[in-house]
Nanobody
Framework: QVQLVESGGGLVQAGGSLKLSCAVS????????MGWFRQAPGKEREFVIA????????IYADSVKGRFTISRDNAKNTVYLQMNGLKPEDTAVYYC??????????????????????WGQGTQVTVSS
């Protein structure tokens, strides 16, 4: 059973920073493409950012480019989301997710939540203006 546990959410003022972590159980973390999604009240879940299995490739939503960074530590079975320059519109529940896919195809449909098999429970991020 694969489990994903997010942490690091909270309340921050606009312009501030937060770092989210997602710890993944199991011995096959390095075989997963990892992504972060978010869902604001009344809105659909949206893609934020993803990282390849090795960490050498990343894909960002336009709304977070230049502000958010994703990284992973395969030795610690953990993926991170560093969020800088936070805006009130970043307020949402943030979910990490794991996807099983061949490394050569990791970026195909990576923004679709339907491509991810395992999900965390989410962590709330609130940005005040």
């Amino acid at each position: 059973q694969v489990q994903l546990v997010e942490s690091g959410g909270g309340l921050v003022q606009a312009g501030g920073s937060l770092k989210l972590s997602c710890a993944v159980s199991g011995r096959t973390f390095s075989s997963y493409v990892m992504g972060w999604f978010r869902q604001a009240p009344g809105k659909e879940r949206e893609f934020v950012i993803a990282i390849s299995r090795s960490g050498g490739g990343t894909i960002y939503a336009d709304s977070v480019k230049g502000r958010f960074t994703i990284s992973r530590d395969n030795a610690k079975n953990t993926v991170y989301l560093q969020m800088n320059g936070l805006k009130p519109e970043d307020t949402a529940v943030y979910y990490c997710a794991a996807r099983i896919v061949d490394d050569s195809r990791w970026s195909l449909r990576v923004t679709s939540h339907m491509e991810y098999r395992y999900w965390g429970q989410g962590t709330q991020v609130t940005v005040s203006s």
